[in-house]
């Protein structure tokens, strides 16, 4: 896998934290990820398991910052037990101001994040995990830099499911 072998590069950078060792650390569950059903294990500790429709919402988590960083990482795995496809169409948070769904992928052999304006599928059967780093949610004029042990509220809206509140824990910066 093409993004596995990169994972030494400082090209990795990312400035929501998700490059370098909690990338390398967690490069199986990229592999993993478009596998339908994921164990537990891979799961990073973080919130409730929360249902909508045919949704099923997990480990929801936020990455401690450091104090006066302006951007913040988290995720969540979201697992579609339905026969439809949905859409996960944004995020919003009240302790940020912009919340926004990222990927990484490689570009002229540098590994680059870019926001998906178009949100992210969520194909029927499938679970997608925004949580190892290649998918994520960044948190941009985050209020109050995150601390571990805080709780982040926030709001995804899916096309047919409609709109869920779910709590991140907020974990250490390496998201552990
Ligand atoms: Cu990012």
Request: aromatic share 6%; net charge neutral.
């Amino acid at each position: 896998m093409k993004i596995a072998r990169t994972f030494g590069f400082t090209a990795l950078f990312c400035v929501c934290g998700f490059a370098g060792s909690a990338l390398a650390q967690d490069h199986h569950n990229m592999q993993g990820m478009d596998m339908g059903n994921m164990g537990s294990m891979n799961i990073p500790m973080g919130g409730d398991v929360v249902k909508l429709g045919d949704l099923e919402i997990s480990g929801g988590f936020a990455k401690a910052m450091l104090p006066g960083q302006p951007v913040g990482g988290g995720g969540f795995t979201v697992k579609n037990n339905g026969s439809a496809d949905d859409h996960l169409v944004s995020v919003t948070s009240p302790m940020s101001g912009e919340v926004q769904i990222h990927e990484m992928a490689m570009q002229d052999n540098v590994m680059k994040m870019r926001q998906l304006k178009d949100g992210i599928v969520v194909p029927a059967g499938q679970t997608v995990e925004l949580a190892s780093g290649n998918l994520h949610l960044m948190f941009l004029q985050v209020k109050s830099p995150f601390k571990q042990g805080d709780k982040v509220p926030v709001t995804l809206t899916f096309e047919k499911a409609g709109k869920v509140d779910l709590v991140l824990n907020v974990l250490s910066a390496q998201g552990k």
